[in-house]
């Protein structure tokens, strides 16, 4: 399948026959506007302090200044940090389910591999900036990764500058003028296209003639690096789809607790 993630949606899948969506669960715009005002409230409340010390609260506090914790300011403080806790539980809750449901369900994974960190660079907006941070596309890519390294499954990087989105599924020719329209019209077939279902129906596409361009070593050298791209078919590898499992850790088996149990030796000599 072809993966492509995004802002609108977090991740638009294809896999040949039909298409679909996982929502983006946009954490940190939900709980935005009750952040702002706890921390307003707590700009409020420093600088009240500051006043009360002689401090000016316009200029910077100097170094070795010890500021007063109030009950009000200690209680603001702690429901922004209840905030933020729940914003990374919602982003992370999302990103495991959606990550696991696409590594369960295809053998072969393609996914872009986007520059997270200069697309939020390149953008001068704070709104673009925040959008970015909070849809954790680069996490997104990591989870993809190592658990297809644990469930076995080939995961292809399609190339950054891949043009994905302005391709034309159809007849293959790129739309050099498509902005950032959500539905375009091929220019050369007429053929009608929703932006992501496009560049996931490529990059599914791109994945296939990498599978097949790259030889037998090179596929065994990059399925055998864990955090790296699997690009090719494997003799040993297995053909059908395996259920994903979680691997047990040394904690969960109580058997193994048992024989270590067991296998401990009594204190010898008798006591008084």
């Not at 026959?17 to 307003?40: D, E, G, H, N």
């Not at 395996?242 to 850790?249: A, D, I, L």
């Amino acid at each position: 399948m072809g993966v492509d993630a995004g802002l609108r949606d977090l991740a638009v899948i294809h896999d040949g026959a039909r298409a679909r969506s996982v929502p983006a669960p946009k954490a940190l715009a939900r709980k935005l506007t009750r952040l702002r005002r706890y921390q307003r409230r707590q700009s409020r409340q420093l600088a009240a302090q500051m006043r009360a010390q002689g401090l000016d609260p316009t200029k910077p506090c100097s170094k070795g200044v010890r500021l007063g914790m109030s009950r009000r300011r200690a209680r603001t403080r702690t429901r922004i940090a209840r905030l933020h806790t729940q914003v990374g539980d919602l982003r992370r809750d999302a990103l495991h389910r959606a990550s696991t449901g696409i590594v369960r369900e295809a053998e072969v994974i393609a996914i872009e591999a986007l520059r997270v960190k200069a697309m939020a660079r390149g953008m001068g907006r704070r709104s673009f900036r925040r959008s970015m941070a909070d849809a954790a596309l680069g996490e997104l890519r990591r989870q993809i990764t190592y658990k297809g390294a644990w469930a076995g499954r080939q995961i292809v990087a399609v190339d950054t500058f891949y043009p994905s989105s302005k391709t034309c599924s159809a007849c293959g020719v790129v739309n050099g003028q498509l902005k950032l329209q959500k539905h375009w019209r091929c220019p050369a077939c007429g053929a009608s296209h929703d932006r992501d279902v496009n560049a996931a129906r490529n990059l599914r596409a791109e994945g296939l003639r990498i599978i097949a361009a790259c030889s037998p070593d090179t596929a065994k050298r990059a399925a055998s690096h864990a955090r790296g791209v699997a690009c090719a078919a494997d003799a040993t590898r297995r053909a059908t789809v395996v259920k994903y499992q979680r691997r047990p850790t040394a904690n969960r088996e109580p058997a193994l607790r048992l024989a270590r149990a067991e296998t401990r030796q009594a204190p010898t000599g008798t006591g008084r």
